[in-house]
Structures are given as structure tokens and as C-alpha cells.
């Protein structure tokens, strides 16, 4: 069971401590929104909104009362998360009741238990941006004090959340290679069994593979590993 609280430090040193190797970007969301609930006093709940070309979306979140608020300001198309994210700067929401910027969202959250809220704006790529978002059941749950640890939680996060992004890319990238390079090795086997079979020449046995590719509606590389597969199955 994940602890009540958490000391900030034990926070930051357990951010800075995620073996990539054991997580990926989403396990990578999940902890920091977990670490965001037990972290900052205050916190109810925690999410983490990404924006993208698709739009907004949450990443990871901490209860479904963390998800419906962020949804519901998606619905509307506005609300403190939306702002943070856009601006990369921190919105604070003092009560509910009150206030006036975001009237919709804010009656909604209300009606949910919610008084209070704080976004935090996240940077993370040129074309995507996020935000930390931390509700509380409490009126005025976050002071300046709150929103200063806050900042500095994101500092952190969006380093480790930079570091998991870079890791998959780069093993996204290391099988789309290796994809490559067994598909290439494949179609040079079936090149090599037209070659004997037909007595060609390397161009127009890739030629043969290509129409029969396009003949059948099939990726060359498809093609390939059938033929080759035939060629093992019926070897003397």
C-alpha cells in the first residue's frame, strides 16, 4: 500500500532514481502523479494532462474524481489544467464557490467535493505540453508555500518524464532497425531462391517480388518470408 505522505526529498530522490530500463513513459506518468498526491499537502488527487496535436488528454491520474475534473474542462475547453498547460505557468483556484474564470468547471467540481485546485504548467517537447494537477477537498489548500513545493515537484518530474520519453524513442527506434534489418535479410534470401530458380540477375528477382506484392496486396517483406518459408519446407 503506497504511503499516506511522503516527505518532498524522498520524493525528488525517488523522481530522479527511475531506472528507465523497469518503466517506460506511462509507468513513468503514473509515479508522478502518485508521488504528487502524497507529496503535496493538500492533495485529494493528482493527474497529469498532456497536450498534443490531438488535443488534451490525461496521462495518468490518481482516482476517477482527478480524471472527471480533467475531462469535464476538456468538455468545455477551458479550466485551470488547459491554462497551465498553455501557458507553462501556475493557476491556483482559492474556492470554488468563488470563482469566476472558469464558472462551468468550477460549479461542476463543486458539486464533485472539490475547493480547491492547483495546475502546475509541465514543458516537455516543442509540440507537446502538460500539466500537474492537484485537487483538494479542503478550502485554500494551496498557499504559496504549496505552490513554490509544487513548482519545484514539476522541476523534477518533467526531467524524469524528458528522460522516459527520450528512452522510448530511442528503443522505439532500435526495433524499428532491427524490423529493418530482419526484413532485408529475408528479402535477400527470396532474391537468392529466384536467382537459382529462374536464373537472373539481383534486380529482376526484386522485380518478381514487387509484382507479386502488388499482385496480392501484400508487403514485399510478406511476400519474401512466404516464399522462403516454402523453400525450407520442401528442401530435400
Known sequence: ????????????????????????????????????????????????????????HTAAFTGQLALSLDESQYEHGYGPCLSAAAKGDAYV??????????????????????????SIGMPL??????????????????????????RTFVGYAVVAMANAHLYDATMSLARHLQTAMDSRAVIEQAKGIIIADRRCGSAEAFDILVKISQDTNRKVRDVAAA??????RHRP
Open 1 to 56: 500500500m503506497p504511503p499516506k505522505s511522503m516527505e518532498p526529498a524522498d520524493a525528488f530522490n525517488e523522481l530522479g532514481r527511475i531506472k528507465l530500463s523497469d518503466s517506460d513513459l506511462q509507468g513513468v506518468l503514473s509515479r508522478v502523479a502518485e508521488l504528487a498526491k502524497v507529496t503535496l499537502p493538500g492533495a485529494a488527487e493528482a493527474s497529469v494532462t498532456i497536450v498534443d496535436e490531438h488535443g488534451a
Open 93 to 118: 483556484v482559492v474556492d470554488m464557490s468563488r470563482e469566476d474564470r472558469w464558472p462551468e468547471w468550477s460549479a461542476s467540481a463543486l458539486r464533485a467535493g472539490v475547493h480547491s485546485s492547483l
Open 125 to 150: 517537447l516543442d509540440t507537446v505540453n502538460g500539466a500537474l494537477n492537484v485537487y483538494s477537498t479542503e478550502l485554500d489548500a494551496f498557499d504559496e508555500d504549496a505552490t513554490l513545493l509544487a
Open 227 to 232: 516464399l522462403v518459408d516454402s523453400a525450407e
